[in-house]
């Protein structure tokens, strides 16, 4: 089954550290650049950070660079995000989506998602 | 950074109704844009990318539209499962932007 499954999710105190991970079945994960999206509680969607298929290029959203690093491990089939310095602005839940093929920066394939809260 | 608006943010339509959402760029972003549904408690859906191509698996009824800093997604017949939140999404430029979202409610 295509699938993406997301973990590393929890509660954190402001100023504190979280890396989430994202396992990738049923397709070649290294032939896909990857994203980190981001929904916090009640509100849309916010694209966080992009790597490219061999992490030789990647982007991040404002609101998260220099706090957060994303990376990737193709002998693994797993995306990551290290998110430092949390803000309680940060709580949301966190997506990893997959590049529509072919198409640029679209997201055809999705998570369930794993729920970040940042609260003392 | 480009913003997208879109409009309404809420519609409050009946099953077989033809829907109409608005997604509006603040600059030119050529057929660079993509839809997404979401309903509650699970992750977007794409429907529509580079404006008005239909993602695998989307029936029909669902339809995009526009070019620029205008784009269109319509539903030409609701169906039950179609009431959700749609968001429109650009791959202009960095950073990626979405819209706020459309809600699709039952009348």
């Known amino acids: 089954e295509v699938q993406l499954v997301e973990s590393g999710g929890g509660l954190v105190q402001p100023g504190g550290s979280l890396r989430l991970s994202c396992a990738a079945s049923g397709f070649a994960f290294s032939a896909y650049p990857m994203n980190w999206v981001r929904q916090a509680p009640g509100k849309g969607l916010e694209w966080v950070s992009y790597?490219?298929?061999?992490?030789?290029?990647?982007f991040y959203a404002d609101s998260v660079k220099g706090r957060f690093t994303i990376s990737r491990d193709n002998a693994k089939d797993s995306l990551y995000l290290q998110m430092n310095s949390l803000r309680a602005e940060d709580t949301a839940v966190y997506y990893c989506?997959?590049?529509?093929?072919?198409?640029?920066?679209?997201?055809?394939?999705w998570g369930q998602g794993t729920l970040v809260t940042v609260s003392s | 950074e480009i913003v997208l608006t879109q409009s309404p943010a809420t519609l409050s339509l009946s099953p077989g109704e033809r829907v109409t959402l608005s997604c509006r760029a603040s600059?030119?972003?050529?057929?660079?844009l993509a839809w997404y549904q979401q309903k509650p408690g699970q992750a977007p859906r794409l429907l529509i990318y580079?404006?008005?191509n239909r993602a695998t698996g989307i029936p029909a009824r669902f339809s995009g539209s526009g070019s620029g800093t205008d784009f269109t997604l319509t539903i030409s017949s609701l169906e039950p499962e179609d009431f959700a939140v749609y968001y429109c999404?650009?791959?202009?430029?960095?950073?990626?932007?979405f819209g706020g979202g459309t809600e699709v409610e039952i009348k």
């Open positions: 999404q650009h791959r202009g430029n960095w950073p990626l932007t």
């Open positions: 600059q030119s972003i050529s057929t660079y």
């Open positions: 790597i490219s298929r061999s992490s030789s290029n990647i």
């Open positions: 580079d404006a008005s």
């Open positions: 989506a997959r590049d529509h093929e072919g198409a640029g920066v679209y997201f055809d394939l």
